[in-house]
């Protein structure tokens, strides 16, 4: 995007591309499933863990085809851009944006990780076992619950074209 474009507020058309599957994201990890049957915590960070679950499923379903490695780095620049605006509005300085921006990709980038072993293991114990590890949970967590949707949205990801995928039309 141009500097120009910036500072005019125009959106950047590459990104815009990748918005609808970022609108699903958010979407999906606004599930109630997640909260009520799953037991993620209904607070900032627990809402913060469901967007990186959904997020984390998505990026490794478009590591697969090199096709998908820019609109991948797009989707990533929408999720800083809206974890800026929020650091923003909760009141974080501009001086502690950058620092703190680092520390969610660092999350997201760990649960990615945590989330390809589980994934690929044929056991559910592996997969709980880093759901757990990585999401904030309340009372009633249940990491399995969560690690059986995980499953179901990771094949329905493994269903979808790749211009499906980019236009958010994921059904589980």
Do not use: C, H
């Amino acid at each position: 995007m141009s500097l120009l474009n910036r500072l005019l507020g125009r959106p950047d058309p590459a990104q815009e591309q990748v918005r609808p599957l970022w609108l699903k994201v958010v979407e999906i990890a606004r599930e109630p499933d997640w909260y009520a049957r799953g037991g993620i915590a209904d607070s900032v960070p627990g809402r913060f863990d469901a967007i990186t679950l959904v997020l984390a499923l998505v990026m490794l379903r478009m590591e697969r085809d090199p096709a998908l490695s820019a609109p991948s780095g797009r989707l990533t620049e929408l999720f800083v851009n809206d974890m800026d605006g929020q650091l923003r509005q909760s009141g974080i300085g501009d001086l502690s944006v950058g620092k703190q921006i680092g520390k969610l990709m660092g999350a997201l980038g760990g649960r990615i990780e945590a989330f390809r072993t589980g994934l690929a293991e044929n056991e559910d114990a592996a997969l709980i076992a880093a759901v757990d590890r990585n999401l904030t949970f309340g009372e009633n967590g249940n990491p399995a619950a969560v690690a059986s949707e995980m499953r179901v949205l990771t094949a329905a990801l493994a269903r979808l074209s790749d211009d499906e995928l980019l236009a958010g039309k994921i059904a589980r």
